[in-house]
């Protein structure tokens, strides 16, 4: 069966779905677009999309599958229209402004017996796949830290992610991302969150940390900024073995290693900027080894070779309902532990 699609918001990162994020080999195509906008309905119609202002004529137009691309406010009520409507429904990230929500949505998608998933791409970004891989490999030993960041110094656009109702701020835009990242990566049980949103140039979170614990020892530290002028490294991942740095999108980085367990602690304290110190010398070149990043081959578009495989039968969903409802349930207590100023037990 091929997957026909009709998109709901026919806006930038629809565009983006049609030009480079579906692939032009496999049967997956855009047939049909519902905006409100008559100036994207004209656009997608200039690209061979049949545009629509009726739902109803929209959910006739010969359309297996949905994928809404609405700001966040509006997924919920397209989700659960398509649904039961008898599509497939793909959903832009964040799937809706809470867990709650979700779980209304899985409702109807389970009654209805259709597929429901969310376009969480980013478990397909190659700097993350590199550092899965890496821990996964035992690279860097046990992980006890991990720091995941994106740093920009552009602000928010000026749309409606920089208001608050409508889903805006960049917990929900950025932040949901790296936290869906690490939550498909680590299954142990998240047991505390605490959180810092800065409200620095809007009136919705524009730089933000997160800080999560997971059962068994292991940290992590997520943080977007709309307002850093100099940017650390996308990933810094302290491992009991080892460091693993990448730099930024484009994978520059390395994995540093110790290859004896202790320095020889008997050597002269090397002069530093810091004055005397042992703790903090240089390591010694001959304890170390440097090591490449893993070669890992990831694109994109596995996305929907993946959605395409799953509507004919034949692979499991990339991204899972319940994987999602557990990223919500994070983001919640995420807004939750700024909202009180304090850190939140849990075990999700
Ligand atoms: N996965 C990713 O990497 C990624 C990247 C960017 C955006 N997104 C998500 O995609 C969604 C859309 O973001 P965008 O950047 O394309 O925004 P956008 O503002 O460019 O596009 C939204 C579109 O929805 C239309 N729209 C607004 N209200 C509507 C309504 N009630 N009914 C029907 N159409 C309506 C608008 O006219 C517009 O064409 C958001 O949920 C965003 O979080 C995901």
Redesign the pocket.
């Known amino acids: 069966m091929d997957v026909q699609i009709g998109v ?7 565009f ?1 779905h049609y030009k480079d994020i579906i692939p032009k080999d496999e049967g997956v195509k855009i047939v049909s677009a ?4 008559p100036a ?1 309905l004209e656009f997608a119609q200039s690209l061979g999309i049949t545009p629509y202002d009726k739902l109803d004529a929209f959910f006739k137009s010969g359309i297996n599958t949905v994928l809404v ?4 406010d ?2 919920k009520e ?1 989700c659960i229209a398509a649904l039961n409507a008898g599509m497939n429904v793909i959903c ?3 799937v809706t402004l809470s867990a709650e929500d979700l779980k209304e949505v899985i409702k109807v998608s389970e009654a209805a017996g259709k597929l429901f998933t969310v ?1 969480h ?2 478990r397909k970004d190659r700097d993350f796949c590199i550092v899965k891989k890496a821990v996964e490999d035992g690279l860097i030993g046990k992980p006890f830290f991990i720091e995941s960041r994106v740093q920009g110094a552009n602000g928010i656009p000026s ?2 992610r920089r208001v608050e109702e409508a ?1 805006g701020g960049m917990v ?2 950025w932040g949901i ?1 790296l936290v869906d990242q690490l939550l498909y990566m680590v299954k142990e049980p998240v047991i505390q969150v605490y959180s810092l949103l800065k409200y620095i140039n809007y009136t919705v979170d524009d730089n933000i940390k997160i800080f999560l614990e997971f059962e068994g020892g292991l940290s992590a530290q997520v943080e977007v900024c709309t307002t850093c002028f100099q940017s650390l490294p996308r990933w810094h991942v302290l491992g009991s073995d080892g460091t693993l740095d990448i730099k930024d999108f484009a994978c520059e980085g390395s994995i540093v290693r110790g290859t004896v367990k202790e320095v020889d602690w008997s050597l002269e304290a090397v002069k530093t900027a810091a004055g005397s110190t042992r703790t903090m010398r240089p390591r010694p070149e001959d304890t170390i080894e440097t090591l490449p990043l893993p070669d890992v081959k990831v694109q994109w578009t596995d996305y929907y070779r993946n959605f395409y495989a799953a509507a004919n039968g034949k692979a499991e969903l990339l991204v899972k309902p319940q994987e999602v409802l557990r990223t919500m349930q994070v983001n919640d207590l995420i807004f939750a532990s700024a909202k009180q100023g304090k850190s939140i037990e849990c075990r999700i």
């Open positions: 709901i918001g026919f806006g930038w990162m629809a983006y519902f905006d409100i906008d994207r691309a609405t700001p966040n509006k997924h397209y832009e990230k964040p376009h791409n980013r749309d409606w889903g929900l835009d991302h």
